[in-house]
């Protein structure tokens, strides 16, 4: 079968979680399907380092277009109607890690993931610009001519049905991976202290990595550190927020400045894939008190490293980190900071939290993800 896959988000400068996905699933794709071609589509006006990465596999071709982005989204792709990704690529199946502006001949099939749709259902997380460029993509048309989507949770898939009215038989849930590389490191290791070196961590810290953004809820998160430290004047725990600083970000440092520990708090800005382990493992407890999640890596990668997790108890964040995270309202900054309190004051829960952790984690592979993906493709030949 000839797969086309859409891999434009790779031409990214730095990547996050749609961007990892991608990567970390064609390469999947072209380890564990290999009776199939892949043929990947990406574009970029200018050329940029490492970009896209390299796929050295016997069944992959790369189409690699020179458009400028808005000239192809808003130009070719939603105006003229072309260049029909199918036909340039010959594809039997074209598949979108992620939504984006397409063009496909009348009657090609093609399936879409999902990761979530906060965009349609807290449309004031995001700017008029996001909202603007959400609403051009059309996203319930996009889904409504699909031939299957993948939706990376059951959360997620609940909302596809309820919020583009995709009949259930069409939506396909095939929960993400997470890499290999994420196992708990020794603090001793020459690997944690360069990283602790390079980033100037505290000897002593919680940490919070995700982008920084109104839906991750990070003003909570200093909110309940302020409390804890209130009720713990000896502590010498500090914060660490890491994560680039995505939109409507510039509360968070306001907040951060008006809390009282302003000098505590380490703001870390992007971290590089290859720190991020490391930095888990350092780690004493990892925080995650988002709004709302389609999935969520983070606290899974956290788990995998050996630290335990607060995270949310709404929207996908109980189903995917349920099995080991403590969970709590993210509305409740009072009942956030008796959770910080009760896992940095307790060791066995600490132990507990950590051992749960570890054994969940293990459930979630590319292996896996993959093989489900490929059986999706594969199953449309009895559809059509």
């Known amino acids: 079968m000839n797969i086309g896959i859409d891999i434009r988000t790779l031409m990214d400068a730095r990547y996050s979680g749609v961007s990892l996905y991608t990567l970390e699933l064609v390469q999947a794709l072209c380890r564990y399907g290999s009776k199939n071609n892949y043929r990947l589509f990406c574009n970029a006006f200018r050329s940029r380092d490492g970009r896209p990465p390299r796929f050295d596999y016997p069944n992959v071709s790369v189409t690699d277009t020179k458009y400028p982005n808005k000239l ?67 996203v319930k048309k996009l889904l409504q001519h699909a031939a299957a989507v993948i939706a990376v949770s059951e959360h997620t898939k609940r909302d596809v049905i309820e919020l583009c009215r995709i009949p259930e038989k069409k939506v396909h849930v095939i929960y993400s ?81 008006a809390s009282g520990f302003f000098a505590d708090i380490h703001f870390l800005d992007y971290v590089a894939e290859a720190d991020k382990t490391a930095l ?67 060791k066995n829960l600490q132990q507990n939290m950590r051992e749960r952790g570890l054994n969940h984690a293990q459930k979630f592979s590319w292996e896996k993800c993959a093989r489900e993906v490929v059986k999706v493709f594969e199953n449309l030949n009895s559809i059509y």
């Open 72 to 138: 192809l989204n808003y130009g070719y792709f939603k105006i003229g109607k072309r260049p029909k990704l199918d036909r340039l690529l010959k594809t039997d199946v074209f598949f979108m890690p992620h939504i984006n502006f397409v063009a496909f001949s009348r009657g090609a099939r093609y399936v879409v993931t999902v990761h979530d749709l906060s965009f349609l259902r807290y449309p004031y997380f995001f700017t008029l610009r996001q909202n603007l460029w959400h609403r051009a993509l059309n």
């Open 177 to 257: 991976g997470i890499n290999e590389r994420y196992h708990p490191l020794s603090a001793e290791s020459s690997e944690a202290r360069r990283v602790r070196s390079a980033y100037a961590l505290p000897e002593r810290f919680m940490l919070y990595l995700g982008n920084i953004e109104p839906r991750k809820n990070i003003e909570s998160i200093i909110e309940a550190y302020s409390l804890y430290r209130k009720k713990n004047p000896q502590s010498d725990v500090k914060l660490v927020i890491a994560g680039s600083s995505a939109w409507k970000h510039g509360v968070v440092h306001a907040v951060a400045r």
């Open 280 to 346: 888990y493992s350092l780690a004493e407890l990892f925080v995650f008190p988002s709004f709302y999640e389609g999935f969520g890596f983070p606290p899974l990668e956290a788990a995998a490293c050996g630290t335990p997790v607060i995270t949310s108890n709404v929207a996908a964040l109980p189903e995917i980190a349920g099995g080991f995270a403590l969970l709590i309202d993210p509305h409740n900054v009072a009942g956030l900071s008796e959770a910080i309190n009760e896992v940095l004051n307790d």
